[in-house]
C-alpha cells in the first residue's frame, strides 16, 4: 500500500509488514508519551531520533517530575488521612478512659457509701448489744 518496495507480502503478513517493518509507513515518535508529537516515516525516525535526543531527554524529564509531584501529593493526602484516623482513635481512647475514670469514681463513691452504712449498722449492732 505505500509502494516501499518491498515484493510480493502476503495478505496474512501486510498488516505485520506495516506496524513492524514498512519504511514509509507514518508512525509516531517513540517519545510520544512523553509529549513529542513528531509523526515521520519509518526509515526518517532514526534521524528525528539522534537529532532530538536533548528534547526528548527534556520532556522525559518534565513527565517524570510530574509523575513525581502527583505520587508525592497522593502519599501526602494518605498521610493526612492516616492522620485524622489516628486523632480520631485517640480521642475516642480519651473519651473511653474519662468514662472509664467516671465509672471508677462512681463505685469508689459507691464503695465510701457501703462502707459507711456497713459501720452505721456495726455501731447500730453494738448498740443494741449493749
Same mark, same amino acid.
Given at each position: 500500500? =505505500?509502494?516501499?518496495g518491498e515484493e510480493r507480502i502476503e495478505r496474512q503478513h501486510l498488516?505485520?509488514?506495516?506496524?513492524? @517493518?514498512?519504511?514509509?509507513?507514518?508512525?509516531?515518535?517513540?517519545? =510520544?508519551?512523553?509529549?513529542?508529537?513528531?509523526?515521520?516515516?519509518?526509515?526518517?525516525?532514526?534521524?528525528?531520533?539522534?537529532?532530538?535526543?536533548? %528534547?526528548?531527554?527534556?520532556? @522525559?524529564?518534565?513527565?517524570?517530575?510530574?509523575?513525581?509531584?502527583?505520587?508525592?501529593?497522593?502519599?501526602?493526602?494518605?498521610?493526612?488521612?492516616?492522620?485524622?484516623?489516628?486523632?480520631?482513635?485517640?480521642?475516642?481512647?480519651?473519651?473511653?478512659?474519662?468514662?472509664?475514670?467516671?465509672? %471508677?469514681?462512681?463505685?469508689?463513691?459507691?464503695?465510701? @457509701?457501703?462502707?459507711?452504712? %456497713?459501720?452505721?449498722?456495726?455501731?447500730?449492732?453494738?448498740?443494741i448489744k449493749k
Open positions: 500500500p =505505500n509502494k516501499c498488516k505485520g509488514h506495516l506496524e513492524q @517493518t514498512c519504511p514509509l509507513e507514518v508512525i509516531k515518535c517513540e517519545f =510520544n508519551y512523553a509529549g513529542c508529537g513528531v509523526r515521520l516515516q519509518r526509515r526518517l525516525m532514526p534521524t528525528h531520533l539522534r537529532e532530538n535526543v536533548e %528534547a526528548h531527554l527534556s520532556k @522525559t524529564a518534565i513527565l517524570v517530575q510530574k509523575q513525581l509531584d502527583k505520587i508525592m501529593k497522593q502519599f501526602k493526602q494518605q498521610g493526612e488521612k492516616q492522620g485524622d484516623k489516628i486523632k480520631q482513635q485517640e480521642d475516642k481512647i480519651k473519651q473511653q478512659g474519662d468514662t472509664i475514670k467516671k465509672q %471508677a469514681d462512681k463505685s469508689k463513691q459507691q464503695e465510701d @457509701t457501703i462502707k459507711k452504712q %456497713a459501720d452505721k449498722s456495726k455501731q447500730q449492732e453494738d448498740t
